[in-house]
């Protein structure tokens, strides 16, 4: 869970835990290659961090410093432990998981006494606050609210703080705290921070100025780590590891049962996951990128190593270990010098291990998605947030940042860098101005796009005297 960036030069390597402390603002070389890769998706993303020179050592990764030179290996793969560590029963798998859950959750709360828990009302975030809640007397919740849209969870939060007996602080998205003109987080690696991150930054002042916070908890990667595919790869798993059979009926059943289609369909989609069986298929977005970004974003030679599966492995499980890679991108928040630490305790490596080894089938059990983390704490939990279905966003307030400041954004990109170095393509950001399409996701490019762009100018311009 620790961040480690490097810049290697001719007598060794430099090392931290930050990017600033590697890079002087106003003083580096933008690596747009690996900002394209960025627009193209998450899988694409590798080392390389949007700085030319730092690269990001990986989890799992080790730095050999010698007097030949430098290289990196593999200290920890997922690949060592995707086989079930025993032919386990799924109440088997669900104690197991609650028992580890509560152990790993449970010690990290020994090390912080003021802890700011986020909920956002799904499963992931509640296990969390649960497992914390016995050991953290000063326990404190946020949950943002975006009213009037799927943003607005206090109907499930309502009920967890109810049945925990924990503190809430329930703020609605201030709009004013966004600026899309500005950098969200610029310590990032790579623009990948969204806008509504300002405003939780907002929120969270706020509440540090009221009582102090020695840790930021949240459930970030609990869809990761808990396996929620919403495919056939469970069924082609189940039909590789034990053949047909009744089990391969089931689990067609429960999958069925997930995605809302219907049996034919979830087995004619299982036999094309296991003839195409390999390693995971990165899908990349190339709308809105000009020549040299695509040629960029296509580029395979910072391949993610967890994306490289060993020979016979199931598609469950190669699906399984990629949304692992993308997990990894949501271990920071603020600067480590400036504020307290975020801590992401379903990441924690016990946890991880363990979920690796329960085979996918058992997570789509009764046909609901990570089903033996739902089994693990049920009756912990109120059974309204177990037997949730739905899952909420703030895309209410994104859009709500596009329509009040789109326009900054799409001035901000026409003459700026991004569209200079050739990865924007100018005449798709001028269709963006057209009213006449809607919901296509335009808007949330545009945004990305223009987080990009800021990201870019923190980095490239010089930094203000007395900052």
């Known amino acids: 869970m620790m961040p480690c960036y490097v810049r290697r030069t001719p007598d060794g390597a430099i090392l931290a835990s930050d990017m600033p402390a590697l890079a002087e603002r106003g003083q580096v070389d933008v690596d747009h290659g690996a900002l394209a890769r960025t627009f193209a998706g998450i899988d694409t993303i590798g080392r390389r961090t949007g700085i030319r020179g730092i690269e990001e050592l990986l989890p799992g990764e080790r730095l050999l410093v010698t007097p030949n030179g430098t290289r990196i290996e593999q200290a920890w793969s997922p690949w060592d432990h995707v086989r079930p560590l025993k032919r386990q029963t799924f109440d088997e798998a669900a104690d197991a998981l609650r ?51 799927d943003g607005d969870e206090r109907r499930y939060v309502d009920a967890l703080i109810r049945k925990l007996g924990v503190r809430l602080d329930a703020p609605t998205y201030n709009l004013g705290a966004v600026d899309v003109t500005r950098a969200v987080l610029p310590h990032f690696p790579l623009p990948y921070a ?44 189940r ?64 391949r993610h190593p967890w994306l490289s599966a060993p020979p016979e492995t199931l598609p469950g499980k190669a699906a399984h270990v990629a949304m692992l890679a993308r997990a990894q991108k949501s271990i920071e928040l603020y600067p480590r010098a400036d504020a307290p630490p975020q801590i992401v305790p379903l990441l924690s490596q016990p946890v991880v291990e363990l979920c690796l080894s329960i085979p996918t089938w058992q997570w789509v059990h009764g046909g609901r998605d990570r089903a033996v983390a739902r089994a693990a704490f049920a009756g912990i939990l109120p059974d309204l947030l177990v037997e949730r279905t739905t899952k909420g966003s703030p895309s209410g307030f994104v859009r709500r940042v596009y329509e009040a400041q789109g326009n900054a954004a799409r001035e901000m990109l026409t003459d ?9 393509d100018p005449d798709w950001l001028a269709r963006t101005a057209d009213g006449d399409w809607r919901d296509d996701g335009r808007d949330l490019r545009l945004l990305s796009f223009a987080a990009a762009e800021a990201w870019v100018n923190w980095w490239t311009n010089e930094k203000p005297s007395g900052t």
């Not at 700026?416 to 924007?424: C, E, R």
């Open 194 to 237: 969204a806008h509504f991150f300002q405003a939780i930054a907002a929120e969270h002042s706020r509440i540090e100025a009221t009582e102090p916070v020695t840790a930021y908890f949240s459930g970030n990667g609990g869809d990761n780590v808990f396996c929620s595919l919403n495919s056939a790869a469970p069924l082609a798993d």
């Open 99 to 149: 028992v580890a859950l509560k152990h790993a959750i449970g010690s990290w709360s020994t090390c912080f006494d003021q802890i700011l828990v986020g909920i956002s009302g799904g499963l992931d975030s509640s296990i969390v606050a649960a497992a914390l809640g016995p050991r953290t007397p000063h326990l404190r919740c946020l949950t943002m609210v975006e009213p009037g849209t």
């Open 416 to 424: 700026g860098k991004l569209v200079a170095a050739g990865l924007i």
């Open 239 to 302: 039909l590789l590891a034990n053949g047909p059979g009744p089990g391969a009926f089931t689990t067609a059943r429960d999958l069925a049962d997930l995605t809302g289609s219907g049996l034919i369909e979830v087995a004619r989609h299982a036999w094309v996951r296991i003839r195409r069986r390999g390693g995971h298929r990165v899908r990349r977005d190339l709308s809105g990128l000009g020549s040299k970004g695509v040629a960029a974003a296509m580029d395979e030679e910072d």
